[in-house]
């Protein structure tokens, strides 16, 4: 036959999964729907694979179960692919981007302490970290991630430094509101 190698197996591949069951790691946010969703609904069984979705608490621990093999794949910010592939903040790793579930949409919100002393956007955050000479300490959600990329640009296009002039920390998602 035509196509077919030693052992009964065909050169252009075959249609059974490479695994049965994919676990899939994922941050309780609102683009892991798809996730999530998949697997309630079943969108997997007609393609003969079971979704395992495994909710993390974390960015980096997502990346550490990537790396190390407890994830076959995950629902992840942007950048955090990237920064595994170039060894930014854990192991250096070939990784692939198969399928984009949102549009990088953010918003950079500041407390209500500050809202109360005018800082109400970019200028006035300026103004006030002028004259009240304190530490000002801001989040982000992981250091390679766009809302990092974001709230450091935001920071620096209204003449703060996001290197000196304020303290930017990790917060993992689920925590943020909280905070």
Not at 104 to 132: E, F, R
Not at 145 to 166: E, F, Q, R, S, V
């Amino acid at each position: 036959m035509l196509g077919m190698l030693p052992g009964g197996a065909w050169a252009a591949g075959s249609d059974k999964p490479e695994k049965e069951e994919v676990k899939i790691g994922f941050i309780p946010l609102t683009d892991c729907a798809s996730v999530v969703m998949a697997s309630v609904l079943g969108f997997d069984k007609k393609y003969g694979i079971k979704i395992v979705p495994s909710k993390e608490a974390s960015w980096a621990g997502v990346r550490d179960k990537l790396t190390n093999g407890e994830l076959d794949a995950a629902h992840v910010l942007y950048g955090l692919i990237y920064g595994v592939q170039l060894g930014i903040g854990g192991q250096k790793k070939d990784m692939a981007v198969l399928m984009g579930l949102n549009h990088n949409g953010q918003a950079i919100t500041l407390s209500k302490k500050l809202a109360d002393k005018g800082a109400v956007d970019g200028a006035s955050l300026y103004k006030l970290m002028q004259t009240d000479k304190r530490e000002y300490t801001f989040a982000q959600t992981f250091p390679t991630g766009t809302h990092a990329m974001w709230l450091y640009y935001w920071l620096a296009a209204n003449g703060i430094n996001p290197m000196k002039d304020a303290k930017v920390i990790t917060v993992p998602p689920p925590q943020m509101v909280a905070n």
